[in-house]
């Protein structure tokens, strides 16, 4: 019997990004985060040590997200504007995990 492989995670995101593209565009994020959280609990349990993120790529990320947060004070819309911040932030977690 075979382990539950990292490749068994992001090959069944890949395989659902079309679909959930197609018919639910913003179930994107979700499906992108929820393949970083599993692939994150997979590394953590096989006792996998992390190695730090650059910190040019953390401040640029966290600048980013500072700014469309702050774009929720001219926004027309800030409650739909600060769902995209979180969004956009899980999104980046994600690339940092994966």
């Known amino acids: 019997m075979t382990k539950f492989q990292a490749g068994h995670v992001l090959g069944t995101a ?3 990004v079309l679909p959930v593209g197609l018919l639910a565009h ?3 994020a979700p499906l992108f985060v929820t393949a970083a ?3 994150l609990a997979l590394d953590v ?3 996998r040590r992390f190695p730090a993120v650059p910190a040019v790529v953390s401040v640029l990320l966290a ?3 500072a700014l469309a947060a702050a774009s929720a004070l001219w926004s027309m819309t ?3 504007t600060l769902k995209t911040v979180l969004s956009l932030g899980a999104t980046f ?3 940092v995990v994966i």
């Open 37 to 39: 959280v599993v692939l």
């Open 14 to 16: 890949a395989a659902l």
């Open 45 to 47: 349990a096989r006792g």
């Open 93 to 95: 977690l994600g690339g």
């Open 26 to 28: 913003k179930g994107l």
């Open 63 to 65: 600048g980013l997200t």
């Open 78 to 80: 800030p409650g739909e």
